[in-house]
């Protein structure tokens, strides 16, 4: 990514710019393939400062970046883990394959969410909130299992506080989008 285009994209989301003057100086960026592009080079090359920015750049069908999602999410050199996580309670929550990703990311938490408890439960909390927000029952077998298996109480807590949930509430997406 170029100064200008990292400038651009300042300009833009700075709002001294509109999303139109956005295309018309960058029109590749209305092609969400070629930011799909952007994405797996970026992840190729770890380069944390262009993910930045990256995500910064609109983006019209989120549900096309799901895999690009799901390799960010277990990568240890960025710091978009948080919003990604919501990503997958938000947008990605109709895909049963994304409970054993979600797991895995309570297993590999990236150094920099671990510095401070709260920042690492919070995190945790967030990925214990997307497996609830997959497909049932899956997604209750899942935590379920997290909470009789982890030795750490406070996930415990969590995954039952959830599953409680869950199980009264149903699916979140159902009563939100009706």
């Known amino acids: 990514m170029t100064e200008s285009e ?8 700075s709002s001294k710019i509109p999303l139109d003057d956005f295309y018309q100086k960058m029109p590749q960026y209305k092609n969400e393939d070629y930011i799909i592009k952007n994405y797996n080079e970026i992840i190729s090359n770890r380069d944390c400062d262009a993910l930045c920015y990256l995500r ?11 895999n690009v999602y799901k390799k960010l999410l277990l990568e240890d ?3 978009e883990h948080e919003d990604i996580v919501g990503s997958f309670q938000w947008h990605f929550n109709k895909n049963v394959a994304n409970i054993s990703l979600l797991l895995e990311a309570l297993i590999k938490i990236p150094k920099y969410l671990q510095e401070d408890v709260v920042t690492k439960y919070s995190y945790i909390k967030k990925i214990i909130y997307a497996i609830g927000a997959q497909p049932q029952p899956e997604s209750l077998s899942a935590l379920e299992k997290l909470a009789a ?3 750490d109480e406070k996930i ?11 199980k009264r509430l149903g699916r979140w997406e159902q009563k939100t989008n009706k």
């Open 6 to 13: 990292k400038n651009i994209i300042l300009d833009f989301v």
């Open 56 to 66: 910064l750049v609109p983006i019209r069908n989120i549900k096309s970046f799901e």
């Open 77 to 79: 050199w960025h710091i």
């Open 149 to 151: 298996e982890t030795s």
């Open 156 to 166: 415990k807590e969590l995954a039952l506080h959830q599953l409680e949930k869950r």
